[in-house]
C-alpha cells in the first residue's frame, strides 16, 4: 500500500510538471504578444517595452518556465528598483488587468467555488444514489418509470435553463425567499445559506440524474451475483445485503465518476456562478477568457489540471477502502 501511494505520488508530481511545460508552451508560442495586453488602451510602444522586460517576456521560453516553476516555490519579484513589487510562494505570476497576483486572486474566489461544488456534490450524491437504488429495487414498477423519467428530464436540461427557471420561480413567482448576494458564511450565515442553496439545487439536478441512472445500472448487476443470493440465502436482512454486499461493490464507478466531475466543478463552475452572481473561479476564468489575460488564464488551467490529477489519486486510493476485492500494490 505505501509503496503504491508513493509510486502513484511520483508520477503524479511527474504529470505535473509535463503539465505546466506543456501549458506554459501552448500559451507562450501564441501569436499574441503577452506583453501588449498588460496595458490596455493606454499602451504605446514605450510602456510594452517596458512591461516585456518587466515581466521577463524578452527572455528565452526556457528562462521564462523556470523562473515560473522557480515561483511557485520561492516566490517571484517582477521589474527592478523602486517599482519592482512581489508575489510570495506560490505565485503563479502576475495579473496586469486585475493588478493582482494570479495566486491571491485564486485563494480569494476558491473558497466560493469549493462551497458550492462541494455543497452540489453532497446533494447529488444523496438524491442520485438514492433514487437509483430504489429504482433497482423496484425495477419494472412506476417507481422505477418515474425515476427514470426524471432522470432523462433532469439530464436532458442545461445548467443555465434549470438556474433561470429556479430563480423566476423562487425569486418572482412565489417570492419563497428575497434574492440573497453573495455574503462570507462568517459575516451572516443565513445570507450566506440563501445565496448557495439554489446554485447547489441547479448542480445537483444536473448531475443526480446521471448518478440515479449510474446507480440504477451498477445495483442491477451486483444484485444478480451469486454471492447476493448466497447472502439471501444465510438470512441475512434485505438492508444488509442491500447496504454491506451490493451497494458496496456497485459504488466503485460512482466513486470515479463523483471524484472526476467535482474535481472539475472545482476548476471553475462558469454557468452557474454567472447566473447567480458568485465570484468564483469560473467567473475569475471567463473574466481571465474575455480579457485575454494570459497569466490569469495559465494559472487557471493549471489548477483545474490539478484538481483533477490529484482526484484520480483519490479515487484509486478510495477503491481499496470501498470494495475488498481491489488490491492496491
Same mark, same amino acid.
Given at each position: 500500500?505505501?509503496?503504491?501511494?508513493?509510486? /502513484?505520488? @511520483?508520477?503524479?508530481?511527474?504529470?505535473?510538471?509535463?503539465?505546466?511545460?506543456?501549458?506554459?508552451?501552448?500559451?507562450?508560442?501564441?501569436?499574441?504578444?503577452?506583453?501588449?495586453?498588460?496595458?490596455?488602451?493606454?499602451?504605446?510602444?514605450?510602456?510594452?517595452?517596458?512591461?516585456?522586460?518587466?515581466?521577463?517576456?524578452?527572455?528565452?521560453?526556457?528562462?521564462?518556465?523556470?523562473?515560473?516553476?522557480?515561483?511557485?516555490?520561492?516566490?517571484?519579484?517582477?521589474?527592478?528598483?523602486?517599482?519592482? !513589487?512581489?508575489?510570495?510562494?506560490?505565485?503563479?505570476?502576475?495579473?496586469?488587468?486585475?493588478? $493582482?497576483?494570479?495566486?491571491? &486572486?485564486?485563494?480569494?474566489?476558491?473558497?466560493?467555488?469549493?462551497?458550492?461544488?462541494?455543497?452540489?456534490?453532497? &446533494? *447529488?450524491?444523496?438524491?442520485?444514489?438514492?433514487?437509483?437504488?430504489? $429504482?433497482?429495487?423496484?425495477?419494472?414498477? *412506476?417507481?422505477?418509470?418515474?425515476?427514470?423519467?426524471?432522470?432523462?428530464?433532469?439530464?436532458?436540461?442545461?445548467?443555465?435553463?434549470?438556474?433561470?427557471?429556479?430563480?423566476?420561480?423562487? !425569486?418572482?413567482?412565489?417570492?419563497?425567499?428575497?434574492? $440573497?448576494?453573495?455574503?462570507?458564511? $462568517?459575516?451572516?450565515?443565513?445570507? *450566506?445559506?440563501?445565496?448557495?442553496? &439554489?446554485?447547489?439545487?441547479?448542480?445537483?439536478?444536473? !448531475?443526480?440524474?446521471?448518478?440515479?441512472?449510474?446507480?440504477?445500472?451498477?445495483?442491477?448487476?451486483?444484485?444478480?451475483?451469486?454471492?447476493?443470493?448466497?447472502?439471501?440465502?444465510?438470512?441475512?436482512?434485505?438492508?444488509?445485503?442491500?447496504?454491506?454486499?451490493?451497494?458496496?461493490? +456497485? &459504488?466503485?464507478?460512482?466513486?470515479?465518476?463523483?471524484?472526476?466531475?467535482?474535481?472539475?466543478?472545482?476548476?471553475?463552475?462558469?454557468?452557474?456562478?454567472?447566473?447567480?452572481?458568485?465570484? +468564483?473561479?469560473?467567473?475569475?476564468?471567463?473574466?481571465?477568457?474575455?480579457?485575454?489575460?494570459?497569466?490569469? @488564464?495559465?494559472?487557471?488551467?493549471?489548477?483545474?489540471?490539478?484538481?483533477?490529477?490529484?482526484?484520480?489519486?483519490?479515487?484509486?486510493?478510495?477503491?481499496?477502502?470501498?470494495?475488498?476485492?481491489? /488490491?492496491?500494490?
Amino acid at each position: 500500500m505505501g509503496t503504491y501511494i508513493i509510486r /502513484r505520488l @511520483i508520477a503524479m508530481i511527474l504529470m505535473l510538471i509535463a503539465l505546466s511545460m506543456l501549458v506554459f508552451g501552448i500559451f507562450t508560442i501564441l501569436p499574441a504578444d503577452p506583453a501588449s495586453l498588460t496595458c490596455g488602451k493606454s499602451c504605446n510602444a514605450q510602456v510594452i517595452a517596458q512591461n516585456r522586460i518587466r515581466l521577463g517576456y524578452d527572455k528565452p521560453i526556457y528562462e521564462q518556465y523556470l523562473k515560473f516553476v522557480k515561483g511557485i516555490f520561492v516566490g517571484r519579484t517582477y521589474g527592478t528598483g523602486a517599482v519592482a !513589487f512581489e508575489c510570495p510562494a506560490p505565485s503563479l505570476g502576475y495579473s496586469f488587468t486585475k493588478q $493582482a497576483c494570479v495566486t491571491d &486572486l485564486i485563494k480569494t474566489r476558491l473558497p466560493v467555488t469549493a462551497t458550492e461544488a462541494v455543497g452540489a456534490c453532497i &446533494l *447529488w450524491l444523496i438524491t442520485g444514489v438514492s433514487v437509483g437504488i430504489l $429504482a433497482a429495487l423496484k425495477r419494472g414498477r *412506476w417507481q422505477d418509470r418515474a425515476a427514470t423519467g426524471a432522470a432523462l428530464i433532469g439530464y436532458s436540461f442545461p445548467t443555465f435553463f434549470i438556474g433561470l427557471v429556479l430563480q423566476y420561480f423562487v !425569486f418572482f413567482k412565489f417570492q419563497i425567499m428575497d434574492y $440573497a448576494a453573495y455574503t462570507p458564511f $462568517a459575516d451572516d450565515p443565513t445570507a *450566506w445559506f440563501k445565496s448557495f442553496i &439554489l446554485p447547489w439545487i441547479t448542480l445537483a439536478l444536473v !448531475f443526480a440524474a446521471f448518478y440515479s441512472r449510474l446507480t440504477r445500472n451498477q445495483m442491477l448487476e451486483t444484485l444478480g451475483e451469486d454471492y447476493i443470493r448466497t447472502a439471501r440465502a444465510k438470512g441475512l436482512t434485505e438492508r444488509v445485503v442491500i447496504g454491506k454486499h451490493a451497494l458496496r461493490s +456497485g &459504488l466503485t464507478p460512482i466513486v470515479t465518476a463523483a471524484g472526476l466531475d467535482l474535481a472539475t466543478l472545482l476548476g471553475g463552475v462558469v454557468i452557474t456562478e454567472q447566473i447567480f452572481g458568485l465570484p +468564483g473561479l469560473g467567473k475569475l476564468s471567463l473574466d481571465a477568457a474575455v480579457t485575454s489575460d494570459l497569466p490569469l @488564464i495559465v494559472g487557471m488551467v493549471l489548477l483545474a489540471s490539478t484538481f483533477v490529477i490529484v482526484a484520480n489519486l483519490v479515487v484509486d486510493l478510495l477503491y481499496a477502502v470501498i470494495d475488498p476485492r481491489v /488490491r492496491l500494490s
